[in-house]
């Protein structure tokens, strides 16, 4: 921790792995004192509605909207927090922007990786696990 705030980064989407993580930030941040910032990774969203590729970029403000509402417990517990969106896969968007915001800990629910003997974590929680150089907490299901 750098003397400032603690700073959480959590991993916000439309999952319900997703939404258990952002309720337990919302139970924890207010006692640690904690700022956090909800990271949604925003891709190239392929194929919609034709045979292209649509730029992610052209539906920003619709994903920020949504972020907002997935954030939603953290507003309701009073934390205070931020929404970003970021360009990327979900792994290398969440290493980006702990790093950019000084995070001390990453924050993700579990998404088990169905039909995959022996793997008991999604494919992100496991590749945050193994590459981030600061705590990942994986919320379980």
């Keep these: 921790m750098t003397g400032g705030p603690l700073r959480i980064v959590v991993a916000v989407d439309d999952s319900e ?6 309720r337990f930030v ?74 950019d915001e000084g995070a001390d800990v990453i924050v993700v629910g579990k998404r088990a990786a169905i039909g995959v003997p022996g793997l008991q974590l999604g494919s992100t929680s496991q590749q945050l696990v193994q590459h981030a150089d600061i705590p990942v907490v994986v919320v379980p299901g």
């Design 26 to 99: 919302a139970r924890l941040a207010p006692s640690l004192g904690a700022e956090v910032v909800a990271v949604h990774a925003l891709g190239l969203l392929a194929h919609l509605g034709g045979e292209t590729a649509v730029p992610a970029q052209a539906h920003r403000d619709e994903v920020r909207a949504l972020l907002e509402r997935w954030a939603g417990p953290l507003a309701d517990a009073g934390v205070p927090y931020r929404c970003e969106v970021v360009d990327g896969n979900p792994v290398q968007a969440l290493l980006s922007a702990a790093a």
């Design 17 to 22: 792995g997703a939404a258990r993580a952002v």
